[in-house]
């Protein structure tokens, strides 16, 4: 099912404001200035800037929308919107990003059929102009999402505008620049959206073989491969934990592996993603309550971002080799499931007493940590709806990031460039002792406390000392509530900072061990 509608690319202009072809010009408008601000504005609608500010109809307060028409026969934009953007001290690109979507959101509500949205600087200046540019090209393309694919009364969602980005006044190579970074946020919005579209799809139709077909068919076209390996293959590998989660299914479970090779590319660094695909959570014989059980269609959420971010990184032409290793299960309760107290055995030979089966993400992740090293993998990240303990820490605004010194800075320092809000917590080894099993290895809970590190000091086991992170998406990949720059639903959180990662490699630093 494809809900976002084939679109049109974001064209980027250096016109001046009366020459940008468009239907509704939208101009960001800080807090506090006045119609000098852009004098141009307040002349072509017949002083309606200067009265909107005076009258304080507008006065720019973030996602403030004042509409009105363009009065001068000699523009072209029809209409002038501008959009509060608060304060300008604290504008920038991830700020500029929301507001784009916002705008682009109530745009599609109006049936507008062309938008320009136009880039003005932060304070300082400090933002470069091609970020700006790609913060509102993804901002606008994350606004083309729709969550209603299977509606049958309502109307077809309004095919998106065109859209603009202006860059009016740059120079040709700052204009050259601004288009490039352009097309880079529109196709990272893209793949934000195709993730978004796969967490958003339900758990009896995307199941773990279905998840892992649509998968390769995305990741295929980014020029990527893909090996999907059967239930079969996962035995061969020892795979034990993913089998254990999946034997409460009568569904398969799949391992979906993608590699990215381009050509010329250094033996190292590879990185390697790896990515949570329970299609569906029901806890297992540790059975989730009924309530709110059906968002557990998501618990896939991180395999997508990863399966995105692959196609992201094949489109775009990374630098470096990547794999991505997404293990793909339901997690039922069969009549052959899991049991609370059974031991499992992992891939990498470790033993894991199961105490609560409700803890199956980490399990699979275990596996598929351990086949990314397999495959060369030497700087790690995984990325999963991995426990309800991260929503209580950080709410539904940030994911938890854990991880090797030294790496976490690196994904922290991408993550916040990307627009995915990430707080790095704690990993010490006195977490350790809350895993500590009687008869192997370690279990697969630490109790209530500190849920998430207990989640991740798992983790770690599954890393060979590789410098890694984890970023735990419980809170962050489903909307509960919307937002102006986000509706209800699926957020597609994490691909955009999987695939920029990976045009990262210059900063690395190969001493930053787990
Ligand atoms: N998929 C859930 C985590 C989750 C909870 C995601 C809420 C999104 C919203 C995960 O598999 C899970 O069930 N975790 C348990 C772990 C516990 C049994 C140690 C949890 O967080 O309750
Ligand atoms: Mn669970
Ligand atoms: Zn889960």
Not at 118 to 145: I, K
Not at 325 to 350: C, F, H, I, Q, Y
Request: with cysteine; charged share 25%.
């Amino acid at each position: 099912m494809t809900t976002t509608a084939v679109s049109s690319p974001v064209t980027c202009t250096s016109a001046m404001l009366s020459a940008v072809d468009t239907d509704l010009l939208v101009v960001p408008w800080f807090e506090g200035e006045g119609p000098g601000a852009v004098p141009e504005l307040d002349r072509s609608t017949s002083g309606e800037v200067a009265r909107a500010l005076a009258s304080k109809e507008f006065a720019a307060r973030p996602y403030d929308l004042f509409i009105t028409s363009v009065t001068d026969r000699g523009w072209r934009p029809r209409r002038v919107a501008l959009i509060g953007a608060g304060r300008r001290a604290v504008f920038g690109s991830d700020l500029a990003r929301k507001f784009a979507t916002a705008v682009g959101l109530n745009a599609r509500q109006r049936w507008i059929e062309r938008v320009a949205f136009v880039l003005r600087a932060d304070a300082a200046g400090a933002t470069p102009l091609n970020e700006l540019a790609q913060a509102v090209a993804e901002g606008l393309t994350l606004s083309e999402f729709d969550a209603g694919s299977y509606k049958t009364d309502d109307p077809p969602p309004a095919r998106p505008p065109a859209w603009t980005v202006a860059v009016s006044g740059a120079t040709d190579d700052e204009f050259a620049r601004a288009s490039e970074a352009v097309a880079r946020g529109r196709l990272l919005g893209e793949c934000s959206n195709l993730a978004r579209e796969l967490a958003n799809e339900p758990g009896n139709t995307l199941t773990p073989r279905e998840f892992a077909r649509r998968s390769e068919a995305l990741a295929i076209e980014g020029g990527i491969s893909v090996e999907i390996l059967d239930e079969e293959q996962i035995a061969r590998l020892g795979m034990g934990l993913l089998l254990g989660v999946a034997r409460g299914s009568s569904e398969p479970p799949r391992v979906i592996v993608f590699r990215h090779n381009p050509p010329g590319a250094p033996a190292g660094p590879m990185l390697g993603l790896v990515g949570k695909g329970i299609t569906f959570d029901t806890g297992g014989i540790s059975i989730k309550a009924a309530e709110g059980m059906e968002r557990m269609k998501d618990d896939m959420a991180g395999g997508a971002a990863v399966a995105c971010a692959m196609r992201a990184i094949g489109l775009l032409k990374a630098p470096i080799r990547v794999v991505g290793v997404v293990p793909a299960t339901e997690n039922m309760p069969g009549s052959r499931a899991l049991k609370p107290g059974d031991v499992l055995k992992s891939a990498s030979g470790k033993t894991v007493e199961v105490i609560n089966t409700d803890a199956e993400g980490r399990l699979v992740l275990g596996d598929g940590l351990w086949y990314a090293r397999q495959l060369g993998a030497t700087h790690l990240v995984d990325v999963a709806t991995l426990t309800g303990a991260a929503v209580v820490a950080l709410g539904k605004i940030t994911s938890g990031l854990f991880g090797s010194q030294g790496w976490v800075d690196q994904v922290e320092r991408v993550a916040n460039r990307a627009g995915d809000r990430v707080w790095p917590l704690p990993l010490f080894d006195e977490y350790r002792d809350q895993i500590k099993s009687e008869i192997a290895d370690f279990t697969n809970t630490g109790g209530r406390a500190a849920g998430s590190i207990t989640a991740a000091m798992f983790l770690k086991e599954f890393t060979g000392g590789l410098p890694w992170a984890h970023l735990d998406i419980a809170g962050t990949a489903w909307a509960d509530e919307a937002k102006p720059y986000l509706p209800k639903g699926p957020s597609g959180v994490a691909v955009r900072t999987l695939a920029e990662l990976a045009f990262t490699s210059h900063d690395w630093k190969s001493e930053d061990k787990s």
